[in-house]
């Protein structure tokens, strides 16, 4: 199972982008990146997930590079009910690897 | 509403006792895992079944275990409770058994007195 290695935790201003990058130097082959979004006291819920180089949904977008070591997650314009955990993942969706988190990236949005 | 419902909601109980958390997957999933999580600390990954077959094991303790039924609904049994087993147990479901997207429950929070 990669290794993820992301910020404890990042300061934002409403409106602006923020990216989170994280860093997966292990990462195989049949692996995707997955990407978490936790509020207090509530279950994680997906946001997006790519292999290699980029991927754009309503709610965020994934870059890859092509060593596909890392990978940056990227929150348009947020508001202050994106303050949340961010989790990355890494895994072999066909095989048995088993949803393994990290510590996550804590995310605060200031007004 | 993800599709996957756990209950109860709640459940206070003394220390020593015994518990039973339950996990209804969204339908067609295959795939359940459970998790725990203390205040203010990371998901920690517990167990995962697979179609009724336990796939892979985490930091689950010896007091705990589970069970995926025919029906796919799964349990999880908390015996001999401490203090710390106070925490959010969330169950979650897939389609795959692989790291693809699941889907959370709301989870149930254990307090132990």
């Known amino acids: 199972l990669a290794k993820t290695t992301q910020p404890i935790s990042m300061d934002s201003y409403e409106g602006q982008e923020v990216n989170i990058t994280c860093s997966h130097n292990?990462?195989?082959?049949?692996?995707?990146i997955t990407w978490y979004q936790q509020f207090p006291s509530q279950g994680p819920r997906f946001i997006i997930q790519?292999?290699?180089t980029k991927v754009t949904n309503e709610v965020a977008s994934l870059f890859i590079p092509a060593d596909r070591k890392s990978s940056t997650l990227s929150l348009p314009r947020v508001s202050l009910s994106d303050t949340a955990v961010y989790y990355c993942?890494?895994?072999?969706?066909?095989?048995?690897?088993?949803?393994?988190f990290g510590k996550g990236t804590r995310l605060s949005v200031i007004a | 509403d993800s599709g996957v419902t756990q209950t109860p909601k709640h459940l206070i109980t003394a220390t020593g006792q015994r518990v039973t958390l339950r996990c209804s997957p969204r339908?067609?999933?295959?795939?359940v895992y459970w998790y725990q999580q203390s205040l203010d600390q990371g998901l920690q990954f517990l167990i995962q079944?697979?179609?009724?077959?336990e796939r892979a094991k985490g930091n689950i303790l010896e007091r705990f275990s589970a069970q995926q039924f025919p029906d796919l609904h799964s349990e999880l049994n908390l015996s001999s409770l401490e203090l710390g087993d106070s925490a959010l147990y969330f169950c979650?479901?897939?389609?795959?058994w692989g790291s693809g997207e699941a889907f959370f429950g709301q989870g149930t929070r254990l307090t132990v007195v």
């Open positions: 292990n990462i195989a082959t049949n692996d995707y």
């Open positions: 079944y697979y179609n009724g077959e």
């Open positions: 979650a479901s897939s389609v795959v």
């Open positions: 993942l890494v895994g072999d969706i066909t095989g048995n690897t088993p949803l393994v």
């Open positions: 790519g292999y290699k």
């Open positions: 339908s067609g999933d295959l795939s």
